[in-house]
């Protein structure tokens, strides 16, 4: 049942604070821009302009949503032996948003500037801490989900600090004076023009899977058990293309600022060759081992609970190269300053997610509501791809004349 009420967490989680990482990403491809054209003072002026942004609507959406949270629980059909646990642990999540927001923004100025490694450092010290707390507060004081909610916020927290630190002592050029905070709303609209497109697109695919986990949910706890699972499991290997993605916005955001199209042709070529062999990676992990990573979270002896995250991965695996596909072009576009497409991209995926929902969800098995994920990712990439080919051959073209 506590895997189950975390779980079943997991995609209003990305909804909530995909949103701020949206906005943040979409934030620093216009200071990654302005780092490339080496126009610094801009440049800063942006980060001022992009820390005002993120408190207001960290602040903002954690007042909403805690107004709101038992309201949402219940249109995802959250069960009632698990509804205590998933309020109290989505409350303590909706407190630290303001934390969640300074830890993206400072990541993503990090990236920016082109070093990916500190953030990195700081989330695996994060997430040692992360590790370190849960069992101290649920294993020793006994607090259940709530520990594990607490553990996610401070461990967060501290590395949001981390970053914060190495900034000041290492980044001078990100070093903010007086004349940087000066309100500008035409920066604020140009940074909103780039950040909103970007936290929608995170947020309409996480609508997309709020409707299957309520699909999900419909079936009980063994069934969020096992979707939960499996789920974590995805989002442990896909990060490499996730990773990958905010490597090609940052890439192309810097070489665009240079005008360096053709740097950027090359990157998004090979970014994608990569992908799809560690795809092909992933489809055979999953396939292969997928009933033994749900070890992970679960006792051998749940065997119905593990039944249902093997039946998962047998239902998507041969999906992964579509899913690798949408993080290349998607983030291609966003650091070419392009948010509109993948956003629409994001739609595309919403539309599919949910006619699959309709059409499927308590009429037959779940393997069927399974199959929301794929056709997802596919619809995903009818807008991006053309796209894409159609705005770097414009950009081709200017640039050789």
Not at 220 to 240: C, D, E, L, P, R
Not at 241 to 258: C, K, L
Not at 309 to 323: E, G, H, K, M
């Amino acid at each position: 049942d506590a895997l189950a009420a975390i779980g079943s967490t997991g995609s209003l989680m990305f909804f909530v604070t995909g949103w701020l990482n949206g906005l943040s990403s979409g934030f620093a491809i216009i200071v990654a821009q302005m780092f490339g054209a080496k126009k610094f003072d801009r440049m800063r002026h942006y980060v001022a302009m992009s820390i005002y942004l993120m408190a207001a609507f960290s602040i903002v959406m954690t007042i909403g949503f805690s107004l709101a949270n038992k309201p949402i629980l219940h249109l995802m059909n959250s069960p009632e032996e698990v509804f205590g646990d998933v309020t109290a642990y989505m409350g303590i999540i909706y407190a630290g948003l303001i934390i969640t927001g300074a830890y993206n923004a400072l990541a993503a100025f990090l990236r920016a500037l082109g070093d990916s490694k500190s953030p990195l450092y700081f989330l695996i010290i994060s997430a040692v801490i992360n590790v370190i707390l849960d069992v101290v507060f649920i294993v020793v004081f006994g607090m259940g989900v709530e520990g594990c909610g607490y553990a996610t916020v401070i461990a967060q927290g501290i590395s949001a600090v981390c970053c914060l630190i190495y900034i000041v002592k290492r980044f001078p050029i990100l070093h903010l004076e007086r004349k940087n905070f000066e309100i500008s709303w035409g920066s604020f609209g140009r940074l909103l023009k780039l950040g909103i497109p970007m936290g929608l697109q995170f947020s309409i695919t996480a609508i997309g899977t709020i409707i299957v986990q309520s699909a999900v949910n419909i079936y009980g706890a063994t069934y969020m058990a096992g979707f939960s699972a499996a789920g974590k499991i995805q989002n442990v290997i896909g990060m490499v293309a996730v990773s990958m993605g905010a490597t090609i916005a940052t890439y192309v955001g810097q070489n665009r600022g240079a005008g360096r199209m053709d740097r950027v042709k090359q990157g998004v070529k090979y970014s994608w060759i990569m992908l799809l062999v560690w795809s092909v990676v992933e489809m055979a992990l999953v396939y292969f081992g997928g009933k033994y990573f749900t070890y992970l979270f679960i006792s051998p002896s749940q065997t119905d609970v593990v039944q249902v995250s093997v039946i998962y991965f047998r239902t998507v695996f041969w999906a992964y190269p579509f899913l690798c596909t949408i993080f290349v072009f998607r983030n291609a576009l966003q650091g070419m300053g392009y948010g509109m497409v993948p956003m629409l991209g994001g739609v595309f995926e919403l539309v599919a997610r949910t006619l699959i929902v309709v059409l499927v969800a308590g009429r037959t098995t779940f393997a069927g509501v399974c199959l929301a994920d794929p056709m997802a990712w596919i619809a995903a990439l009818i807008p991006l791809i053309p796209y894409y080919y159609y705005v770097m051959g414009k950009h081709m073209k200017a640039m050789r004349q």
